[in-house]
DNA sequence: ACCTGAACACCGTTCAAGT
DNA sequence: ACCTGAACACCGTTCAAGT
């Protein structure tokens, strides 16, 4: 088959693609009592460390298990699958980080429009980097997961707060703010993945602590109406 | 290097993410004669229709063993596993996108700045949505497979030939190459993906062909040495 | 030289049986 | 309420037997 013919077929087979519905990958009941809710912490955390110590390839449910020191059975009583043991994981970092750019970008709030550039990529960078410099878990969890609705949540509210901030820099002003809005966050986003997954050295890190305040900033008094007062 | 090494390497490697040393990847055996250069071709392509009709996630070693026309046990003889189908897909799609690139630096050696940086930007966004225009199909195959060497080669070529590039480039100068190199490349593969990942409608793809010139031009006139001349 | 497909090992998931 | 772990279905991989 030539590639041409990929066009075609991906168009008609759209909808094939999400595995589980995201309404399906939350714990499946909540805990009553003290023991159980010790459970479903120790399981969480027990998530956390075979991820990080054995890798997504290794990490089986039985594995899980026997870290958090209960049965199988018992995992399933309350996360309905595999995949919600991951979801429950990345939904809590992906949180932090979204919670860190919305402090930031309050802090920011009435900032010059070099000060806050600055401010909200030193802000995103830090909270990617703060618990595990370097590490790509979070994007080797997330492509193994229908992330769809949690990823569009995420960056409703991350743009939400973008578009704030951008409204309020007192010294320039945009034409098209949702365009703008999407271009920083797709610049933040974007950068910092790719760069982990090339090199996460030191070396790479500070080049990329340092173009990155550099590339939005050029980008944001390029996009200004009229330039920056 | 035989297989029943490559078991051996396989249980060394116990402790670490990458599951299969990249040389492993590759197709066991050169095909002989017409016929299992047939079946190699004919497997290749079953792995790419599978991958789009069904996704990744219901691509197993059977369904591209049936829909190629052949019983598991041959396809194991040219393919070592089931990572090596769809690295040998991913690693084609790759040198697609690579050889783009390096004829687009060919093509605008020696340009002006902006002429170039569009040029480059616009190479790259055409080679990444010609045949799969908003499919993530690459990213959830590259996801599954330890591809470091392969990237990294990728990148290699890649950073050559924008490194070459913007050395040609009349009216500006950079002090750090180097630096500048792995900014653009990182803007290019990072936005892209990010942008793709979060919406891939004709309005998003419409956004990211208008802003990420912007930010490209914006950058390399901001880092260049003195700005343009 | 190339192909076949039953057999094996392993993993995600369930459920009857326990406290 | 909560927990257990053998049992089941499915998938990646192999290998003795075929042409």
Redesign the pocket.
């Known amino acids: 088959m030539l590639y041409s013919d990929m066009r075609i077929i991906l168009q008609l087979l759209h909808s094939h693609m999400p595995v589980v519905p995201t309404d399906a990958l939350k714990p499946r009941?909540s805990?009553?009592?003290a023991?159980?809710?010790?459970?479903v912490t120790a399981i969480h955390e027990a998530t956390i460390q075979v991820l990080l110590s054995d890798g997504m390839a290794?990490?089986?449910?039985?594995?899980v298990?026997q870290r958090a020191?209960?049965?199988?059975?018992?995992?399933?009583?309350?996360f309905?699958?595999?995949?919600a043991l991951l979801y429950a994981v990345l939904d809590q970092y992906l949180d932090e980080v979204v919670v860190a750019i919305e402090e930031a970008c309050t802090r920011y709030q009435g900032a010059r429009l070099c000060e806050m550039s600055d401010g909200l990529v030193n802000a995103y960078l830090n909270a990617k980097l703060r618990y595990l410099p370097g590490s790509l878990a979070p994007y080797t969890v997330a492509a193994d997961l229908d992330t769809a609705r949690l990823i569009s949540d995420v960056l409703q509210r991350t743009d939400r707060a973008i578009a704030r901030l951008l409204a309020s820099v007192p010294d320039a002003g945009f034409d098209d703010i949702a365009a703008v809005t999407f271009a920083v966050r797709t610049l933040l986003v974007g950068t910092v993945r790719a760069s982990l997954e090339s090199d996460s050295s030191p070396a790479a890190l500070a080049m990329l602590r340092k173009q990155l305040p550099l590339m939005c900033r050029a980008y944001l008094v390029a996009a200004s109406r009229g330039g920056v007062a």
């Not at 023991?35 to 459970?39: K, L, Y």
């Not at 290794?58 to 594995?63: M, S």
């Not at 020191?69 to 309350?78: A, E, L, N, R």
């Open positions: 009941k805990p009553r009592q023991r159980s809710t010790a459970t290794r990490l089986t449910t039985t594995r298990a020191g209960v049965s199988v059975g018992t995992m399933y009583q309350y309905p699958h595999k995949q």
